[in-house]
């Protein structure tokens, strides 16, 4: 027999005639399972194919553009709140619960120091305040930022209205609640008058 | 089984060489130890970003690429030379074709490694992952490549003996792929002697890079290594292959499936949709090629388990191979759709890569090593029970190191996605998940420690083996030389093609195929070509057609100069710049990245790991100055327990606006076309330092700033003018459209 004549006969383990430095070949069948992992592969690629691109399978861009006109559609306007509004709102414990219980998640924490006392943006338990006393300016300070963004605005910590309003509660409270040791009032920004609310 | 040859057969001397392949297995070790404690450092430094030392190149942008370049390209590469040039002899019953070629591939190589080391680290570098090397490295790998082509087709080509074994079509699928691979993502246009620019941008550049990168780890990882399996576990085992007929199926399948499968790396972005899916369906496809290699080398060693418990070979060369299954498994998986939405970008990805790269190519190499070592030098391993424990260390590494990335990357990736019921994120930010995976980055470090450990152990193993023994010396062996051919051939294959049986024509037709190397080698380009061209060319085609927004420019000249520092500083290992279309990144981020964005991105740097966030939108998401002059300086004085690198020589160097005009007259010309006007290219200089000072003046209302002098020149500026237009160009349009 010469040697490159596959050995006659499927059975299992027959060695072909022919050895590469001592390496032998049997000549077996393909595993059953693994024919099958091949054709059910292959079956699914094809399916996949037509889920996404002729059937009903909807593709991630598609979904995103259809959620992101949902959320068009829904979103409410928040009402403008006077400052006489957020002063009654700052009063509210549930509010100040709730704003209290976004600082950790929001980083406030990283720039005004664990206890909010002030590391490189300014002490927010004091009764001094850089942007004037009042609700109005903190809602402002939380929904378009400082200093061009150093103090995050919205389009950063993505709080909703909302909760803006709830952190603007908890922030004022805190200066009422008076002076916590912290960094001294930064005397050249902050306003002289302390807080009247 | 005994050779079969006719009476009339001369006997022969044929003296296998063993000096290369000793050599290149030496090369194996050091450049294995290198790379590995690389790897380990850089691990490190994600833990605890001081083991930086502040120094420029100690930094983790880019000791990364020189990790993964080591440890692909040196320490893989040279153990698949040392496996080729061992069994490839042997398998053709003669000598390699050339020693002079032997020697320049060597020595070749080892320089390609070493001019890596040191331009990688010192910012020299394409930006392009696993591809990072500048052009004048690349045109010398290429020249080695050539040269080792030309040494393996000489070899083939003065053979005695007429088949061509499995090991050897997957040497030569090796070499071709690679090649092509190589020329291909290499398209670049020299600016000075170390900066370049692919002719190639935004998402042509995106699907050129990853059909090179998924196909490397094809043709560089895989079909190497399979060949090495098909010899050296037969030859360790003392046992047949299982099944010739399963080789051939899975021989095709993979070298056809594997190329269309790069799109996996590039799901849910700008890409065209449809070419994403090609990526997904064939990935799907890829496993059973796949698990073929699998099962033929662990069915191989039927009968010969109770030889696995005594030989710590026989150890490596299995685990290598259940790793390669189980890791051909776990692409199948990322692959699909929905799991890479949350997989992607994360670590389990960097888990993936280790269980092949350790667990599947480094196992498999260190088991060739232990076998044909004490073979070549004609002595024994020196120690049997340090082999085995550098098995346990190893096998325990690469499962410490894998479950350590798998539960951080579902973590992170799960905390990127997750949303509350009123479908806003719960993770806001960033530091949150860093927090979270911060004890796994721990954990995976301690699995590398123990990995390197053992390959440490294997070096010392080797060298006392190689000092141990008398001189090397060459193999002296009498083989039969090679019969001329008879018309007989044709005549049983003839009768062989008439039998029945499907299973039995396939074998006489490839029969016909192994014995002559050129149809083997024509017929593996037009297989492995044919993927790429149904990805690539209309890929580009659309990429040239893609549709222009108007509002989306050139970059600045400084913010060019920018780029090219985020390009120099690695930045992109850590943050990606391509918002999916994924509902949890739109409400990150902003608005998904779109295709027309990135048409002035040369290399794109959309990346493929999110340790820091995405920066598609930073120029819109955080526009102060101020706060990335901060954070790039020192980004735990803004961001606590952040593990980015402090980058504060970016606030001391000068800019070099040296080459400046040259890129800009680089990236006009034909074929970038890139739409810079004459004198915008003759004033660019000029035009980087305006800019530059109207970031300073924006600083400088700051108090921090308002002393600082010579700020305007400082790379600092650059790169901030570049963070500062990041994704910004999109939002331009929205307002034109909404003022028209």
Redesign the interface.
Known sequence: MSNFTPTSGDSIDQERSHAFDGITEYDNNLPRWWLWMLYISVAVAIWYVFHFHFWTGVLSKADVDDWLIAKAKEVVVAPVLSEDDLRKLSNDPTRIAAGQALIPSKMCMTCHGPTLTGLIGPNLTDKYSIYGNSMTEIVKSLTEGRMNNVMPGQAIHKMTSDEIISVACYVANLSRAGEKPGMRPQAAKEKEDPIKY | ????TSPAANLETVVYDNRWASNFVIATLVWGIIGMSLGVTIALQLAFPAANLDTPWLTYGRLRPLHTNAVIFAFAGNAIFAGIYF?LQ??L?TRMFSDKLSAFHFWGWQAVIVAGVLTIPFGFTSGKEYAELEWPIDILLAAVWLAFGLNMFGTIFRRR???L??AIWFYIATWLGIFMLHVGNSAVYPVTLFKSYPVYSGIQDALVQWWYGHNAVAFFLTTPFLGIMY?FI??AAER????????I?HYW?LIFIYIWAGPHHLL?TALP??AQ??G???S??????S??GM?NGL?TLRGAWDKVRESAVLKFLVAAVTFYGMATFEGCVMAL?EVN?LSHNTDWTIGHVHNGALGWVALLSFGMIYWMVPKMYKTKLWSEGLANLHFWLATIGVATYAIAMWIAGVTGGAMQLAFDENS??V???W??IVNAIMPFYWVRFSGGCLFLAGMLLCAFNIWRTMANAAKLEDDVVLVPALMRESR??SV??DK?LR?E?L??KT??LH?LVE?WPTALVGLSVVVLAIGGICELVPTIIQGAMTPRIASVKPYTPLELTGRDIYIREGCSVCHTQMI????AE???YGV?SRAGEFIYDRPFLWGSKRTGPDLAREG????????HY?HLEKPR????GSIMPNYPWLATNDMDLSSLSRKLQVLASFPMNTPYSDSEIRGAVDIAKAQAKKIAA?LRQ?AHFKDMKDLENKEMLAIIAYLQRLGTDLGKSEKAEAAK
Not at chain 2, 637 to 640: A, P, R
């Open positions: 089984m005994s050779e079969p069994s042997r398998l019953k003996e007429r088949h074994y499995v010899y037969p030859k047949p292959v299982y099944s010739y007929r399963l080789s199926v399948s849910h949709e449809w899916t090609l997904v369906a064939f799907i496809m890829l496993i059973a090629p698990w073929g099962i069915l759709r939405a806003r994120l993770y806001t930010d530091m949150q007989a051939v049983e294959i062989a039998e049986g299973g039995k074998n006489a029969d014995r999916r279309t994924l509902r739109v409400e990150r998904y819109v998401n955080r526009p102060s100055a101020s706060w901060l004085s803004v961001s606590q924006e700051d």
